[in-house]
């Protein structure tokens, strides 16, 4: 059991710590401390369920139907092109930040569609998560322990991501780092929607 526990938390931990749409956008919440910690919450929770699916049967499915395959892709390309946009916007935009911070904070359901969007409209979310994970899952002589292990790597990535980066907020609160932050994250989706479109 704890074998397999072990394997799941060192594969979805060689994952998820490479920086991604979802790392990215975690990372962006918990500098502007604007519901950080339940978005951080929502993305261990979502990742838990895909990868149980991924282990119990999912990854199979996906694997044997390139229509859905279509579908997560083209569909989060589009999601990435249109979020790596306004995120360009606010980092070319000079006043984007005071605009910004007039606007006052959104709403924490605003925020949590806003991180549900980033993490299911992505498929490498799937392609990693699902298929990946999932289906070394399949494979191991306790899949729940696997499964359990892939979650508590989540737990830690997201929560110490959410929190480290919050800590950090005040020392990296100047325009110059948001509009940095803002274009790394657009450079980050275009880069991840370049990648579906062309592979």
Known sequence: MWQSYLNGLL??????????????????QSLRREHH????????????????????GLATLLAQNPV?????????AA??????????????????????????????RA??????????????????????????????SVPGAYALGAASASLLWFFSLALGAAWLAPWLARPTTWRLL?????LMMFAVAGQLITD
């Open 11 to 28: 594969v979805a931990a060689g994952l998820i710590v490479a920086l991604g749409a979802q790392n990215a956008f975690v990372l962006a």
């Open 37 to 56: 910690l339940p978005v951080a919450a929502l993305c261990v929770l979502c990742d838990a369920l895909l990868v149980a699916a991924g282990v119990f």
């Open 68 to 76: 859905l395959l279509g579908i997560a892709r083209w569909g989060g």
């Open 79 to 108: 999601f990435l092109l249109w979020y790596g946009v306004k995120a360009l916007r606010r980092a070319l935009n000079p006043q984007a930040l005071s605009e910004a911070a007039g606007a006052g904070p959104r709403s924490r």
């Open 111 to 140: 925020v949590l569609l806003t991180a549900l969007a980033v993490t299911l409209l992505n498929p490498h979310v799937y392609l990693d998560t699902v298929l990946l994970i999932g289906s070394l899952g399949a494979q191991q």
């Open 182 to 186: 803002d274009l790394s994250v657009a």
